[in-house]
């Protein structure tokens, strides 16, 4: 989708992190914005900068995992804004802990919010897509969607989830016009780095090293440039990029490096 001009763009964790700075980078391209997230008062501040600037944003209160909730979102979405052109699966939750240390409770949670709660608004959206005969489904995963990260394990379930979805439906969908985009980042510099939960490991596992770490910003410039060019894959930064690389060709040595890393992170008792 080459014109974003005048494109509505339905966004999910909209108040904040990548989000937030997808929110701004599509107006700042002359996209109109339905922002959608269970953060209210984060939401209406990203809104009024965006119409401040002379931009259109329709805010809507949503929590992913509810079913309701999904509906109203996608009823409000397209009642006000006439259409959906753009659908990005944003909204994602994380947690640092082991197989053995997570509950039930928490993997139904994170499964919830990043693969389920996409999937299902996707659904709901794609009867409206269809019958325009255009659109473009963009889903946030990440690089530990291609590769599982021990300790992250939970969170690389629903990311490779994320993955597989977005190639299967980018095939499914080609002739209906409608374009499917998976988005790997690395470490990107969102409050979901300080906020998620730490199960086992000390809390130093909230400092990456800054090397390794994009701004949000940066990640939503190469997240619009690659929905402009129709990608199916974007990985904003060489990090990852160089890894995934490595992975394909070296799979043996980079698991050996993996395991090995992982063997010298910090725990503690659960």
Partial sequence: MKDLR?????????AGGIGRALTLEFTSKGSNVIMADIDEEGMESVAAEVRAGGGKAIAITADVTRPEDLDTL?????DKAGRVDILVNNAGVAMVSEVKDTTWDEWEKILAVNLLGPIQLTSRLLPHMISNGRGHIVNIASMAGLMGIPGLTSYSVTKFGMVGFSEAL??????YGIDVTAVCPGVVNTPIIHTSPIKGFDEEMRNPPSVIMISPEKAAREI?????????KVIPSTPPKIIYALKKILPGPVEFILIKA???WERTPV
């Avoid at 980018?170 to 002739?175: G, I, K, N, V, Y």
């Avoid at 619009?224 to 199916?232: H, L, P």
């Fill in 6 to 14: 005048d494109k509505w763009v339905l966004i999910t964790g909209a």
């Fill in 170 to 175: 980018r095939a499914e969908l080609h002739s």
């Fill in 224 to 232: 619009v440039r690659g929905v402009r060019r129709n990608k199916a």
């Fill in 74 to 78: 996608t009823g409000r979405a397209i």
């Fill in 262 to 264: 992982y063997s010298q």
